[in-house]
């Protein structure tokens, strides 16, 4: 990695705060363009922006050196998974990025439905109500970075998916924008904290040799379980109605997080005894 092991913990929360900061910057921005100038100028400006993330590419240098891997892809692959299926803890972590991927998905997804349909608000509502989204994200980002030093803690996403679920409940029934609010502030900080916090422990107790294979796990089940969710959502909500679908993957959540408890999932509170087996590997 461009970092060093004892600041990847502070760079994915940075990342993820660079991130999250155009979430509320971005829709801000978006919201007045599209109301003053218009749709077609609102997709210029956001392709102009484009230039900016070119540049800085650029001007990246002195990239550490990787070694090359022995063997073909396939066999890449196959010895990936079966490092994860040996290590109980990590393939618990992957699966919670993809419950949150797919169960988290229509608080992104419906949220536009949800600003004309149940708040009856125009697409400048909608602008801020993803802005508000993005701020909690940010701050979720932030106390990331203050507690890096902490460890990575990821027993924190079992509580932090509770959360993210009773809002996705509380929307539905939300009549108030201003409620709407500060439900999507605290979403924002539930969804985004949880992906800091697991991402950042998968990195650290998984030994070099096998990093990049487990990242490139991590990011299949978030960047596939966020389209299949809002997929089904999508259709949840054209057969049933916005608030079900809300209901429907908020009370899912709430119902899933207490299960996979009961059944056995590795306890993460024991991760630092992993992050000790991994380093000695």
Same mark, same amino acid.
């Given at each position: ?28 921005? @978006? ?9 077609? *100028? ?45 290590? #109980? ?34 697409? #400048? ?29 990821? *027993? ?8 993210? @679920? ?7 029934? #939300? ?43 991590? %990011? ?5 379980? %966020?389209?299949? @969710? ?52």
């Amino acid at each position: 990695s461009v970092v060093g092991d004892v600041d990847v913990p502070n760079a994915i929360a940075l990342n993820s705060l660079q991130f999250n900061l155009s979430r509320v910057v971005g829709p801000a921005i @978006g919201g007045v363009a599209l109301v003053y100038l218009g749709a077609a *100028w609102s997709f210029a400006l956001n392709a102009l922006s484009f230039v900016i993330l070119v540049m800085t590419l650029l001007m990246i240098r002195d990239l550490p050196s990787i070694k090359a891997g022995e063997g073909s892809i396939m066999e890449s692959v196959v010895g990936g998974l079966k490092f994860v299926k040996s290590r #109980s803890d990590i393939g618990a972590m992957l699966l919670l990025v993809a419950l949150t991927a797919i169960l988290g998905a229509p608080v992104i997804s419906l949220l536009p439905a949800l600003v004309k349909s149940v708040l009856h608000r125009e697409a #400048s509502s909608y602008s801020l109500l993803l802005s508000c989204f993005g701020a909690g994200a940010v701050i979720a980002a932030i106390g990331s970075a203050v507690h890096a030093r902490k460890g990575p803690m990821p *027993w924190l996403a079992f509580p932090a998916l509770l959360l993210l @679920g009773g809002c996705q409940v509380m929307l539905a029934s #939300s009549g108030r924008y201003e409620f709407s609010a500060a439900l999507a502030v605290v979403a924002g900080l539930a969804f985004v904290g949880t992906m800091i916090r697991l991402g950042t422990a998968i990195l650290q107790v998984t030994p070099d040799a096998f990093r990049g294979r487990v990242t490139g796990l991590q %990011q299949m089940c978030f960047r596939m379980g %966020q389209p299949l @969710g809002a997929l089904f959502a999508g259709l949840l909500a054209q057969s049933v109605g916005i608030k079900t679908a809300f209901r429907a993957f908020g009370g899912t959540l709430l119902v899933a997080v207490p299960i996979l408890l009961l059944c056995g999932i590795p306890r993460l509170r024991h991760l630092g005894e992993s992050m000790d087996e991994s380093q000695k590997e």
